[in-house]
């Protein structure tokens, strides 16, 4: 079966621009999570979809972060603007159903940012 | 809030060898499942290992095994037989109620051929 697909790879912006990172799930789906990992760091979640509602966006900087999951299947992840300490890998992630106790949450390889 | 440490920042294992990864924890909660995840230079994390708080036998996976502490908090992977596809960094991660995992800083593990 497909994996998880991210783009772009990697993003260089200059700070207070803005930057958009797009995720397929895995068809059929239901959850699917945001992480950053800044560097030398475990990832941390930013957001969770549960199909296209959001059931947990507390990590979540929404002052300059949003997130939308359009029926369900893609997600976009936009940093506006981006600050120096946004430097990061942004990894998705997606499962069945959403108990991340009992599923095997599959990631993408995420995209790696660099606010210059 | 609960935390995850890792306090070795990078192991080295001769390939063919054991080495043990640590992972300490604190929460306050008596139910709660604990992870450990790898993530290859392809940046894509994998699940290697699971245990639940409640049971009391070390889950195992093939050449993965844990040594589960509960009273001490401490959660640590076991990889037997170390071969050259092993080497990444390692994440150890906790759940408790909610669906969100908690992640300690990893530890970046080298397979010496």
């Known amino acids: 079966e497909a994996g998880v697909a991210q783009s772009p790879r990697y993003k260089i912006i200059e700070k207070r621009q803005s930057v958009a990172f797009w995720c397929n799930p895995i068809s059929g789906h239901a959850t699917l999570y945001w992480y950053q990992q800044i560097l030398g760091q475990g990832p941390k979640l930013l957001i969770q979809f549960q199909n296209n509602g959001v059931v947990d966006d507390s990590q979540l900087p929404k002052d300059r972060f949003s997130a939308e999951r359009l029926k369900g299947v893609d997600s976009t992840l936009k940093i506006q603007p981006a600050k120096l300490e946004d430097s990061a890998v942004y990894l998705c992630a997606s499962s069945p159903h959403g108990a991340v106790r009992r599923e095997k949450l599959f990631f993408g390889s995420g995209t790696q940012l660099s606010v210059l | 809030a609960q935390t995850v440490t890792q306090s070795q920042p990078e192991m080295s294992v001769q390939e063919a060898e054991t080495v043990t990864l640590s992972c300490t924890y604190d929460?306050?909660?008596?139910?709660?499942?604990l992870f450990w995840y790898k993530q290859p230079p392809s940046r894509q994390m994998i699940l290697v290992i699971r245990?639940?708080?409640?049971?009391?036998q070390n889950a195992t996976e093939n050449r993965f095994s844990v040594n589960f502490q509960k009273a001490a908090k401490s959660f640590s992977l076991k990889i037997s037989d170390s071969q050259l596809g092993d080497a990444a960094m390692y994440f150890c991660?906790?759940?408790?109620?909610?669906?969100?995992?908690?992640f300690g800083g990893g530890t970046r593990l080298m397979v010496k051929p």
């Open positions: 991660a906790y759940n408790n109620a909610g669906n969100m995992l908690t």
């Open positions: 245990q639940e708080a409640y049971k009391q």
């Open positions: 929460t306050s909660e008596s139910d709660y499942y």
